[in-house]
DNA sequence: AACGCGCCCTGTCCGC
DNA sequence: TGCGGACAGGGCGCGT
């Protein structure tokens, strides 16, 4: 479940180690990971040689922007991990779908149990496409309690399924959907457009502190994340709602309630989060 | 055309 | 102990 919080980490982590580094080899064990039309000996081609400028983040994505201007997209997925190890060994990875291999020694494996994620490559065209159809950045200055506000006014769907929208803001999942609504004491099956702007600057800070908070904890393990060096993340000690049916609430004690919502869990505080 | 839903996958856990 | 089924939920394609 990497969300926004886990890529930053990983991004993070990677920063130090790969940058400037060149791609000497490319293996591709499992092209179901590349995006649709992008061939293992095509992507291989076109980074082989490459040195790799900068890694960035954009929503839930990692971006490695290579010395031609040409960007790898990595989606993470369900499960995916993005890890530098020295070697395959230290890696401690299972399923590895793509490994580049580096100069000065060492790869970038990316692995994925179940192989929701995928890779994209994108000309410098194609990555603006790609960046103009996410929404906005939640950590960013442009995004204000007023302007959630008013994307949140064209739309009926319950909030919780309004913030997975990667359309409407890049980067919030299903965890910090209900972790950001449970600080803003606001029922996750409540009409986006039925939230009042009192709520919104609620959810906007709950959104911002939920995110912040967590990637200063290295992103939440449930199971599977883990970061730039194969590590778990600190920040599941941390969900106040998430996963925590039954335990009772942080704020007040009533038992957390799980419900269904468009056939994903949703978590609150029956008590605090009213409809 | 906004919105809901089923599907893609594998590992884990729970009940019988 | 073994086995079947539910569940995890990101993103996409499809139907309404």
Redesign the pocket.
Known sequence: ???LPEAETIVRDLRSTVTGRKVTGVEVARS?VLA?GLRPDTLAKAIRGRRIESVDRR???VVLRFDDERRLVV?????GRLVFAETPDAARL??VAVRLDLDRGGALFYDD??????LTLCTPEAWQRFDHELGIEPLSREFTAERLHELTR?????IR??L???QKIAG????Y??EALFRARIHPAR???SLDPDETARLHDGIRSVLKDAIEKRGTT???YRDGKGETGGFEPYLQA??R?GKPCPRCGTPIQ?V??????A?FCPHCQRM
């Open positions: 479940m990497p969300e179901d649709p929503g839930k994505n989606n993470l997925g369900m499960t299972r399923h149990i179940r192989r929701f994620g995928r064209g739309s009926r769907t319950p399924n309004w997975l929208d990667q919030v999942g299903n965890i959907a209900n009409p986006a457009n449930v199971s599977d998430y996963g049916e799980r269904s919502i468009s056939n994903r869990s978590f």
